[in-house]
Structures are given as structure tokens and as C-alpha cells.
Nanobody, 116 residues
Framework: QVQLVESGGGLVQPGGSLRLSCVASGSLFSSAVMGWYRQAPGKQRELVAIINSGGGTTNYADSVKGRFAISRDNAKNTVYLQMNSLKPEDTAVYYC?????????WGQGTQVTVSA
């Protein structure tokens, strides 16, 4: 059974930065696609960024391009989301997702609040 544990969320002022981490258990990590998603109150969960198993291909939501960067360390079973130039509209619960074949696994989420 895969478990994903996110960390690194918190309260930050507009223009600030945060780095989220997601540690995965199990042996599937290095062959899995990893993604970060977010869900703001009253809104649907949306894709923020995604990275392939080798880390060489990434994709971002238009709203975060140029500000966020996804990366992974397969030796540590960890995926990261570096978030810069944060805006109030980035406020949401951020979730890590692992996709391996037809299987999807989710973390419990970490709250990010951008406010002055």
C-alpha cells in the first residue's frame, strides 16, 4: 500500500515562497508519474504541476507557469514543489498524487495560505 505524506505548507505573505515536499512509501515511486494538485474552498481540485518518472518532463497549469517548479528525487522517494511569487489566489490545500499504471494514490494534503 502506497502512502504519501505532504509537508511544507503554511502561512506566507504575498510575494513570498514555500517549498512543499511529498514523501512516498513503497517501491513504485521511481516508475510513477507524480503530480501536485490543489483545491481552494468551494472549488474543484485542479492540477498544478506534473512530472514524469525520470524527472525530465514537466507540465504546469497556466496560472503557475514561471512561478512554480516541480522536481523529484527518486533516491529519496520525494517530490517537491517550489512555489515563488505567491499570490492570494494560490491559497488552497495542496495534494500530492502518484500515478502508476491505472492506480492513483493521494496524500492527505497540506494547507497553503497566502495573506498579508
Amino acid at each position: 500500500q502506497v502512502q504519501l505524506v505532504e509537508s511544507g505548507g503554511g502561512l506566507v505573505q504575498p510575494g513570498g515562497s514555500l517549498r512543499l515536499s511529498c514523501v512516498a512509501s513503497g517501491s513504485l515511486f521511481s516508475s510513477a508519474v507524480m503530480g501536485w494538485y490543489r483545491q481552494a474552498p468551494g472549488k474543484q481540485r485542479e492540477l498544478v504541476a506534473i512530472i514524469n518518472s525520470g524527472g525530465g518532463t514537466t507540465n504546469y497549469a497556466d496560472s503557475v507557469k514561471g512561478r512554480f517548479a516541480i522536481s523529484r528525487d527518486n533516491a529519496k522517494n520525494t517530490v517537491y514543489l517550489q512555489m515563488n511569487s505567491l499570490k492570494p489566489e494560490d491559497t488552497a490545500v495542496y495534494y500530492c498524487k502518484q500515478t502508476w499504471g491505472a492506480r492513483n494514490y493521494w496524500g492527505q494534503g497540506t494547507q497553503v495560505t497566502v495573506s498579508a
